[in-house]
């Protein structure tokens, strides 16, 4: 056995012993606390910054760090190594906490429950409360209780095809004879069988509640609904812990197909945050844990693959194929969730290695798939995910957008937690004219809709050009040479941040995020172009994902991110992943025609497009190579609103 | 705690360490040691004799032992307790040992597959393995490896709705890349759905076995069957260890009602009964657990209960209701039971709380269910049961006989076992003319087949009259008092005998026998009546059950037992039970076709019929009051043919 050490984090007054040699990130944790990381601890990222108050450490560059901070104890705690006992400080810009604001709910319209009779969508939850009065058994009658159960189950809900779990059925005599006849049973839909997943003694009809979750690479939604009326009642969100081993699903993967450990150490950091997230909406509203009959659970594939613990590693290798995209209901207690013991998880269909669940139930909740017109999806997260079509068609695919919109790759990004510039005017080249933040405090950062407006404001005072580099001339005392040696301006001065640190944007930072926004706008029109279309024959371009509603479209469209279309035609779809799966869950039928929407959804291969490259190109100018196909923000620019 | 003594049992060399106080009994199933009882340790059947050789012990009475055997240290070890170390012999009647060889088989005609496709009855097991060779997967056809196994599975076996866990889910990736895709599903017939309950790499479709079960009160019988062409391989029967629990199906329910530690003692035992004959078959034939992959059983409702764990209370309290006539399959080794670790149980339906899985298995055996004629199929064990009926109905009858033909509730009474006389003739009323016994061991006892030749050849020599009653005149030197006060016939006597002890017959024993067949005559005469029917009525009346195809035909009818028709029309079937699990084990539209069997099945209830009474005490004389109805008896009786 190698010497073990204790490591004590702070502020948390977490600890944990380890061997010496262990990196300060797994220390931490095997501490339960959370840093940040974006590469998965390959040190290239400089996210994971940590402090070591007192002790020995090994490794690590210094590369991300300034004098002052290296002299202060600043380290990487993926490179770090521990070689003593030693007390770590982490900052806050290193947490990963905090709750992910911007995409916990879906848009109002698909929240409304009561419109849904008007889309031909019944309340019919995956799984129900039915209470039945039975009969009580008699020489005459004298079928099995199981027997009984079924039978008035059977007149009850039309059901016929019925099974029921051994210890359940143990324990149904005594239940049905303590409660005089009158029992509750809970049964959940698995296609063309009726699980009764529980019985319960009276009538509990009153507390069947679900938990719909939308699981993504960055943040974790649930909601909480109730099932009788398919109300929502409790929203909340926080951020996926897996970040501290890889901003991105493909670093995940790395990490998950290492070992056995690996893979259990992310199933259970997911498993966790949704036990967490559950348990702060039961506590809310004093339900108890039993009282959630079903989780419904949306994803794209490689969260829901981490989620199961299904292997996870041929989705990265071409041909990129998972291992199962249309799995059955499981038992939730079998995956670790803690709901009623006997409570039903249902993941929702993906489509392809790189097309989740979450873009099936988006097209679910947006109804797209009923229209004779033809729309467009647009999911922006790490992975951008589109799909175009209508009642005849569904066309999708991927692109590989980066993290940069979820505050990854960019020196000051941040999600879109408290202190992250949100929304940003710029008065001239040198001076920010106003911005906002998110919990209105202090900056310490800037999130993805923040740099959306920061590009496109940048351009509007021509801080940089079409092709995105910095023009020193227009701004010679804010715009100054990083210590990485490229240029960089300044956003806010320390003197004015949260964390008494530099807010900047770099010319590296611009890159990615012209190639973040280049990669999903080629998306769209090469898979458009396949199919012979055009923006202009879309009906709508449904906007949905990491920017929630708080975008601005007009600068999304002006950097050329979003296509230039009237704003009529251009709807904020917000959650539509979570709006899915709640549909899913409150409508069996729903529930079945996502594997139908999943079975005829085209995945079109960009990777072995000849065209995309040439197009990913073009669209990573501002806005576009080709203006004319933006010709609002031609019109803008031409006529010298630009600032 | 209280002191702890060892006892060690003889010949087993096995031993138990238990506190003072404890029964014998129950540290002798604490060692593993299975000892007979009749009455489940009330002390009242006197059959679980042992010999105390060395220590102390209280209890027990010596009403069962004779002078010389109480000085011998005879004790009942259902009443006698541990009070020091003990040294105790089991001796051999005393033992739950042996091979049931009367029941072990189905008869020829039910065992001969190559009838089955004149039956239309197509082979298509509950659990088939189903040899694929995939299309590996392609950036064209990039489907889950979930789907493309699906694809190819619904392609080969024509069924679409597939349901898989999630621990053959995890490992479905591996697998099919270390197999270059070509692989065999197991999959499981769940009614609507398909359950792919394994998956395994290359062709293991010779590998496909199954354990079919006939799990009796007494009995129990397991045969290895070969699902790719239905064969059956080897047949292989124990006795039932619960039998130390009682020798009924009334006093094991009372017995498991008690506590959850009784009712998991006798599922044990079951289970590891079952487990024994598993491994035997396993061993001679070769295979490994994993190659068995089904077990298809049937067997009373009781015993149905006792093997899933299911309360069996109420089964014995009106209105006689169990908690579950139709169980889904479940997983066997949830239940214990050691085969495929993924393979299933599928237990046969029931019909009430006496009519078990064994009478429906025995109606989908024979085919009485698809014929135009009126059969009568009486299963004759502890219980009594008995249906009639065609295409057109099917009624049944539950007659509690009693355990005097399983060797219980007489003197000398004993399972078919080795040193039991099976078959008998009495030359005169002072001497048996010869005698046959199971393994052509010296006689220990007799067995129900040699009671029933037994009680005609002493009705034929006029030792009995009509009414039962023992006739001291006509052999003055062989009727004698017992040292209970009642008559007995010495049967053979001690110095002929394999434990040097007389077998004898008593007025009680006869009293016992005539009531056990009085009441199976009775509920078929009664079922027949009810539905305004007589024997002559019926086409066939088939006998299976204990006797298997050793009983006397026409000393069973000259009792009074069956009824006199000609003996074309009456059919041994064998144990019809084990080859209807077997049918739906081969055969799933079999397994489902039962279901429907047992639905459309109505039970009669005898207790409440006013009639019954009346019969059973007509049917208790010898062969009836009434003798009109048993023309060829009558017959041999007034032509002096009785010897």
Redesign the interface.
Known sequence: MAKTYKVQFRPDEASAEVPAGTTIISAATKAGVFINSLCGGEGVCGRCRVIVRQGTTSGGSIEFFTREEVQQGYILACQGRVESDLVVEVPPETRLTGVPEHVVGEVPFLADVSKLAGRGIRLAPLVRKTCLQLPP???E???????RLEQSLGKAIGSK?F??G?KV??R???LLRKADWKVTAVTGH????TEIIDVEAGDTGRRNFCVAADIGTTTVVCHLVDLRDGQTLGRVAKYNSQASFGADVIRRIIFVSQSPDNERALREMIVGDLNELIRELTAKYRLGTGDISLISAAGNTTMMHLL????A??IRK???????????P?RAA??GLQISPRGLLYCLP?V??FVGADLVAGVLATGMAHADDVRMLIDIGTNGEIIVGNRDFLVCASASAGPAFEGAECRSGMRATRGAIDHLRLLDADHVLNYSTVGSAPPVGICGTGYVDLVAEMLRVRLIDRTGRLNREVSPRKIRPSQHGELEWLVVPAAWTGNNTDITISQGDINNLLRAKGAIYAASAVLLKALNMTFNDLAEVLVAGAFGNFLNIANAVFIGLLPDLHQDRMRFVGNSSVAGAKLAAICSDCYDEMFDLAARTT?F?LS?DPTFMDQFVSACFLPHTNIELFPNVMAEMSAGKTR
Chains 1, 2 share one sequence.
């Open positions: 058994p008699s020489l009658d004298n079928v099995s209780d199981l027997q095809n099974q029921m051994l059925t143990r149904l005599p005594e698995r296609g063309p069988l199961l613990g299904l292997p590693e041929n071409e041909p990129y194929v998972g291992a199962a995209y249309n799995p059955p499981f079998e995956i993906c392809a290695g995945y291969e072995t």
